[in-house]
């Protein structure tokens, strides 16, 4: 298997632009998580799905924020309008029910608005 | 609620020398616990994890761990350091604090390793 995929890995934009960021979970895994990496806050969880429903939003920051997951085998976020305080490093993670590996993550897609 | 806390931002150790990198989580039940890695520009990789039984779980890349109750501790440790080493290390804790939780990340610990 590929591991969890995103795209795109850099992504440098205009504030007031939309963007759109991808993953693509490990097949069979039937969670994914959307987290957001910055200096001053870490890693947080800003959404995760089980079985392509979204479970818990709770961390997504504001209305410009949405993600989807129209099928098991991908997922978006989308920001709209973008803000340069929305610069960071997104990671998808997925994960099995019952799975002993914990999150496999992808490799991130950083985000620079400017 | 639950919390991770990694005292320590950033660490320097001489290759060859050990290592322990300090976490300390909040949880009132059996925490689920997991030690992550990344290196620079790449996602995370778990080295470990605790769910229950043998106190002391060893890892990948040589890296062991011990959770402590009575100190709510689960440090990570590893005998002699690689200059390969070096990357960002993180602690978390299964929110809900059941394996199938969502992961509660502490700030992550810096590891420079001096040749």
């Known amino acids: 298997d590929a591991g969890v995929i995103q795209s795109p890995r850099h992504e440098v934009t205009e504030m007031g632009q939309e963007v759109t960021l991808r993953c693509k979970p490990i097949?069979?895994?039937?969670?994914l998580f959307w987290y957001r990496q910055t200096m001053m806050r870490g890693l947080e969880l800003l959404i995760y799905?089980?079985?392509?429903?979204?479970?818990?939003d709770s961390g997504m920051p504001e209305d410009r924020f949405s993600a989807k997951m129209p099928n098991a085998s991908f997922s978006t976020l989308k920001i709209q309008p973008s803000e340069p305080r929305d610069s960071a490093v997104y990671f998808c993670?997925?994960?099995?029910?019952?799975?002993?590996?914990?999150?496999?993550f992808g490799s991130g897609t950083r985000l620079t608005v400017v | 609620a639950q919390s991770v806390t990694q005292p320590d931002i950033h660490i320097t150790v001489s290759e060859g020398a050990s290592l322990e990198l300090r976490c300390n989580y909040s949880?009132?039940?059996?925490?689920?616990l997991f030690w992550y890695v990344q290196s620079p520009g790449q996602g995370l990789q778990l080295l470990l994890k605790?769910?229950?039984?043998?106190?002391l779980v060893q890892g990948i890349k040589g890296f062991e761990a011990e959770f402590k109750r009575s100190q709510s501790s689960f440090n990570l440790r590893k005998p002699s350091v690689h200059w390969s080493d070096a990357a960002e290390y993180f602690c978390?804790?299964?929110?809900?604090?059941?394996?199938?939780?969502?992961?509660?990340f502490g700030k992550g610990t810096k590891l420079s390793v001096k040749p």
């Open positions: 978390a804790v299964a929110r809900y604090g059941g394996s199938q939780g969502n992961l509660i």
């Open positions: 097949s069979g895994h039937d969670y």
């Open positions: 605790y769910f229950s039984g043998d106190t």
């Open positions: 949880y009132g039940a059996t925490p689920y």
């Open positions: 799905f089980n079985n392509n429903v979204p479970i818990d």
């Open positions: 993670a997925s994960r099995i029910t019952g799975g002993a590996e914990g999150y496999t």
